[in-house]
């Protein structure tokens, strides 16, 4: 097997090395040493490349004669092929390496450095990574952190980035390889800026890392600086940059963003007006006049805005169909509809340097929060539209034309809840519903041939699942002379892969739409997962077509028990929809497969999600992996439908029909590179082994399977009984376990257990919990409720769901305790953070922080849909005089929401601001402060809204006109909210208030925890009545 492993190597080298000034397209599964072939092949061609050109030196000097002379100098090949003329050092080409993430550049860094190579190395990352001054980092917007950094870079006043000249030759910069963390490590010990220092190390770098989107955006790679002339780049994990090059070239135009860059002008005027008057007035009393940071005309700013207005006037006079599909037009469009509003590409030069000016200036002013990202997103969308230079001379339309081949414009009504930020009389305030204003690209070659021109060497994609090759080399619309499809290295004994088409009782398992949500499927499903988790050894992946489908298994196999069968076999972990938790649920499910004298875990997951791409679940992390469907694109999308109806005009048009993808095909061929990325996580090297379910009818059929990888199809089967499964892979697992040869552990994870693999071993030496959190995050992230929304709420007879009120109190601790909690808002930020400092291990604590992100997750989803509830509590009579208690607990949940969305930096700063309000009351500096927080992405927008209850009453109308203004939601405010709490209550009392009671009848899924219990459920039942 070593020997076969060799053998795909050097075939892969090979074909690397092959790409001498020309493109190449190379897939080869996991496993086969894929990147170090790419790194120890492109760097030793560097090197060779490096090696003639001093031959060529040496015998210049010696008058011809070989130095050699047993070996020719043209034995050590040429600069360029072909080339016989002098070569120059500077001729040497760089190589840039990029991959999708940069955890995904960090492994391979890592791999990098266990080569014998010591190429002089930069990764570049954003300022997000690699910041390290206090106030810019402590921004939690990177639109903001961008600007700022900007504006104290150039007035010389950060002086982390005044010491990168002279620190960036010092030696463990210049000679060790160094990843993001390094650098940032680095960075901090010489007081120098990690971010400037990368982009310093990058002139003298061999060898560059980045996110691919770094070098597929021609914004990004204008912001960055990158030259491409004469490089050899690399795009690993190349699967996705079909759709980075797309996404790279497109936008969506919303009202808002036109609303509150208007807006943003606004501001800027009045600024501009105010100094004006200043000046004058300064003038006659001969008082030194107010300064200004923008040298801008107060007339061309009003011509910026009126071109906006133009603009948003010109795209709501489109007319939509009534059936609300909206409207496509050509690509060609776009030009004919930002010319109304004098947008060109004879004006676009002046309209940017203006905009750049306007956005440094508001971005890095400081007082009140003012959104630029509007004004940037206009910025951004003009650069995309006019990208392609016009030489003088010639004509536009004809470039436009080209444009248009590759682009569609498509109108629709706006859906989201984000209103118009302004009161303006030039805005059309009239209008109910704003259009969006999409300009979508459909062709991966456009971005393609925008690197090509660039002047790079040579183009390499490379990864496990490309296939087929042919239809991605024509979409690419660049020629590929080199191509490999690799086999993998693994023999027959190491993998089982097997069609399910039915479950143990007998149903058809199917996820097809309009049988996905059925009774019998989930069941059948279920039941299928129970069996099975019962036969694979250690880690088991599962794996959905997307989050509402998991949602809904989870749910109704919780309700009817199969859940907790699952979960008695392998504890059940859950792919959380946000980034935040991930970590923590990873490395539970790690810590769990390795605890010695255990049945392994299981981890549930979306395809496309965070667990299908770029994580190891090899060894014993990922014995097993079960696909539950096709994650098809939604089909009636209308991005999803016109990319369809371009490749089958392409089809038609192009006279290589052969060649190009269907719509059709295309469709089936996402859903399959996404099942395919699913299966990869399981055989990892060549001594690994595992099975593959394929738990769907559909892939029964012919065409399905083959799109399956090369190395999973000579082993598929497909079972028309299930007990012949069971038993298949029960031998398998016997066999296998027998065979192969036990993972080797690194020498200081042996204490871990005896499933560590050595890239286990990493990713656990790279989490950024200590090993004394790691039992937490294993109670905490066996809580299904906190991960699925549908689970986030009990059901009651008549379909009501669980109120938000219930989910606290069922989780609250007896009541004998309530005396000791928070009475208001700073008492509860000191009560929780001695809680989580001195109760991190208790079950209590672990399960109030799952059901504190349960809420947040809720709400956020129901921002997200755009939904409109009108929240109405209902108290329990019985519990009448409690309410306080419900208030302390509001205090604890909201304390700790904030605390898990902001770094601990901000939360910091965000408990200081609290501290300085009660003691100052100054709403105006709580409000400025809050907003860099919360408004300047739309998912924290309820954080905002949700601290009005800790607003003293005399501020709660001046708070709700704030959040309108910021995030385009009230507060709910009436004028009843701005009587003092005393005299409310003294009103309340000498009346009578009518109470209801409800009682839910459903439980929680809490792995038997005691104080989840239905008594202590009954005990503390609220209700909120959505309406």
């Known amino acids: 097997m070593a020997g076969r492993n060799r053998k795909e190597g050097f075939l892969l080298m090979e074909q690397i090395i092959t790409c001498k000034g020309v493109n190449g397209v190379l897939e080869s599964p996991t496993g086969t040493g894929k990147t170090l072939c790419l790194l120890c092949a492109t760097l030793a061609w560097r090197q060779h490349f490096k090696d003639s050109i001093t031959a060529r030196k040496i015998q210049e000097r010696m008058h011809g004669a070989e130095m050699f002379p047993d070996r020719p100098t043209a034995d050590w090949g040429s600069g360029e092929p072909g080339a016989q003329g002098s070569a120059y050092y500077s001729d040497i080409p760089k190589i840039i390496y990029a991959s999708r993430t940069h955890s995904q550049l960090t492994q391979v860094i890592s791999e990098l450095k266990q080569t014998m190579y010591r190429p002089k190395v930069s990764v570049l990352g954003s300022r997000e990574q ?43 910069l210049t000679t060790h390889i160094l ?91 009045n600024e501009l007006t105010d100094n004006l008057e200043q000046k004058h007035i300064s003038a006659q009393f001969n008082m030194e006049a107010p300064s200004s940071s923008l040298n801008v005309e107060l007339e061309d700013l009003a011509k910026v805005k009126g071109a906006l207005l133009q603009l948003e006037n010109s795209i709501d006079a489109i007319t939509l169909p009534a059936n609300g599909n909206g409207v496509t037009k050509d690509g060609s469009y776009i030009f004919e509809l930002f010319a109304t509003a004098g947008i060109t590409y004879e004006t676009k030069t002046g309209l940017l340097e203006l905009l750049d000016q306007i956005i440094q200036h508001v971005g890095g002013s400081s007082g009140v929060f003012t959104n630029t990202l509007g004004l940037q997103k206009l910025s951004d969308i003009i650069q995309i539209i006019y990208n392609i230079e016009v030489p003088e001379g010639s004509a536009a339309p004809t470039k436009n034309l080209q444009v248009s081949k590759s682009y569609k414009v498509h109108i629709h009504l706006d859906n989201s809840q984000k209103k118009k930020p302004r009161g303006d009389i030039w805005s059309n305030s009239r209008k109910q519903g704003g259009k969006v204003l999409s300009y979508w690209c459909f062709s991966p070659g456009y971005t393609m041939h925008d690197l090509v021109k660039q002047g790079v060497r040579s183009i390499i994609l490379t990864s496990g ?52 949500f059925s009774t019998d499927y989930l069941s059948s499903l279920g039941k299928t997962i129970g069996n099975i988790a019962r036969v694979v050894p250690h880690g088991l992946l599962v ?67 965070k667990a299908s791409e770029g994580l190891d679940f090899a060894d014993c992390n990922g014995r097993g992996v079960i696909i539950t469907g096709l994650p098809f694109p939604p089909r009636m999308d209308p991005r999803v439908i016109l990319k369809m109806q371009f490749l089958d005009e392409m089809r038609r048009t192009q006279g290589a029909a052969e060649k190009y993808l269907s719509g059709q095909e295309w469709y089936r061929q996402q859903a399959s590179r996404a099942v395919n990325q699913a299966i990869g996580r399981v055989i990892r090297h060549r001594q690994d082994y595992g099975a593959i379910f394929l738990c769907d009818h559909r892939f029964s059929k012919s065409d399905a399977r083959a799109q399956l990888p090369s190395w999973v199809r000579p082993y598929t089967r497909i079972y028309d009984n299930f007990g012949h499964i069971i038993r298949d892979v029960s031998q398998f697992f016997r066999v296998a376990q027998k065979i192969m040869p036990p993972p080797v552990s690194k020498a200081t994870q042996k204490d871990k257990g005896p499933c ?133 607990s509001s205090a604890s949940m909201f304390m700790l929401s904030v605390k898990q969305c902001l770094s601990q930096e901000s939360y910091n700063l965000f408990t200081m601001a609290l501290t300085e309000y009660k003691k100052s009351d100054d709403l105006k500096s709580l409000i400025t402060k809050l907003c860099t927080f919360f408004c300047h992405e739309p998912g924290k927008h309820v954080l905002m809204r949700g601290f009005y209850q800790f607003i003293r009453p005399h501020h709660k109308k001046e708070f709700d006109s704030a959040c309108k203004k910021f995030t385009g939601m009230g507060c709910g405010y009436k004028p009843e909210h701005s009587i003092p709490r005393v005299e409310r209550e003294r009103a309340q009392a000498s009346s009578d208030s009518k109470v209801t009671f409800s009682e839910s009848s459903s439980e929680h899924l809490n792995h038997g925890e005691g104080h989840l219990s239905s008594e202590s459920l009954k005990a503390n039942n609220y209700m909120l009545h959505l309406q």
């Open 179 to 269: 990843d993001i963390e390094d650098l940032v490590k680095n960075g901090t010990k010489h007081r120098a800026c990690p971010y400037y220092l990368s982009r310093s190390l990058k002139q003298q770098a061999d060898i560059i890392f980045m996110p691919y989107n770094y070098l597929l955006d021609q914004k990004s790679r204008k912001a960055h600086n990158i030259d491409l002339k004469g490089t050899v780049v690399i795009f690993d994990e190349a699967h996705n940059v079909e759709r980075m090059c797309e996404e790279s070239a497109s936008f969506d135009l919303t009202p808002y963003d036109l609303a509150s860059g208007i807006e943003a002008l606004d501001l800027v005027i």
């Open 465 to 516: 699942t490309l296939c087929p090759l042919t239809s991605f080399t024509m979409e690419m619309q660049i020629p590929f002379p080199v191509t490999l499809e690799n086999p993998h290295v693994i023999e027959k004994h190491q993998i089982w892969v097997g069609v399910v088409p039915q479950g143990p009782d007998g149903a058809q398992l199917s996820s097809a739409f309009d049988r996905r």
């Open 130 to 172: 690699l910041c390290i001054h206090p106030d810019v980092k402590k921004q939690e917007n990177n639109h903001v952190k961008v600007h700022m950094c900007r504006s104290k870079v150039s007035t010389r006043s950060c002086h982390y980035y005044n010491n990168v000249e002279e620190k960036s030759t010092e030696k463990d």
């Open 543 to 609: 794996f959905f077509p997307s989050y509402p489908v998991m949602d809904k298994s989870l749910e109704f196999w919780k309700e009817n028990g199969l859940s907790s069968r699952i979960d008695d076999v392998k504890p059940m972990f859950v792919e959380p929809r946000g980034k935040g938790m991930f970590t923590e649920i990873i490395d539970a499910f790690y810590e769990r497969i390795q605890a010695p004298k255990n049945s392994g875990a299981s981890f549930f997951a979306v395809c496309r999600g």
């Open 756 to 888: 560590v693999s050595t890239s286990d071993s990493e990713l656990a030496s790279n989490s950024s919990f200590a090993a004394s959190r790691i039992r937490e995050n294993l109670k905490k992230a066996k809580m299904l409720d906190s991960h699925v929304p549908s689970l986030k709420r009990k059901r009651e007879e008549g379909g009501r769901m669980e109120t938000q009120s219930d989910f606290c109190e069922g989780y609250e601790e007896n009541t004998d305790v309530v005396a000791r909690r928070p009475a208001g808002l700073l008492d509860a930020l000191d009560h929780s953070e001695k809680r989580l400092q001195g109760e991190q291990s208790s079950d209590e604590k672990i399960t109030r922080l799952s059901t504190l992100s349960l809420q947040y997750d809720k709400r956020l989803s129901e921002e997200n849909r755009g939904s409109k509830k009108k929240i109405k509590i209902v108290q329990n009579k019985a519990l009448e005089g409690g309410s306080p208690n419900k208030k302390m």
